[in-house]
């Protein structure tokens, strides 16, 4: 299993970015996925989740109405859109399988900065 995420950079705040997560090595469209955030001193916190079929989602009350989970079930691909971005939105973002045979699969994350 391999989980690769991209997108991240610096961006000012109220701006946008889009975050991926390319899948391999399980059937995607098998599984929910997850996005979960860590700042610098703080633990790791979920995000956004996104059911197998993309038919359901939900997400943190930090990021509600800011960001939109998605996923593309032909592409292995789970997708983080981050709008009016904060301050207090930085933090390294990860993407994160549902259990597989009993392990969740993380990726190494991407790092977002939101500063002017």
């Known amino acids: 299993v391999q989980l690769v995420e991209s997108g991240g950079g610096l961006v000012q705040p109220g701006g946008s970015l889009r975050l991926s997560c390319a899948a391999s090595?399980?059937?995607?469209?098998?599984?929910?996925m997850s996005w979960y955030r860590q700042a610098p001193g703080q633990e790791r916190v979920l995000v956004a989740t996104?059911?197998?079929?993309?038919?359901?989602?939900s997400y943190a009350d930090s990021v509600k109405g800011r960001f939109t989970i998605s996923r593309d079930n032909a592409k292995n691909t789970v997708y983080l859109q981050m709008n009016s971005l904060k301050p207090e939105d930085t933090a390294v973002y990860y993407c994160?399988?549902?259990?597989?045979?009993?392990?969740?699969?993380w990726g190494r994350g991407t790092q977002v900065t939101v500063s002017s």
């Open positions: 090595g399980f059937t995607f469209s098998s599984y929910d």
């Open positions: 994160k399988t549902a259990r597989i045979w009993g392990t969740q699969y």
């Open positions: 996104i059911t197998k079929t993309g038919g359901s989602t």
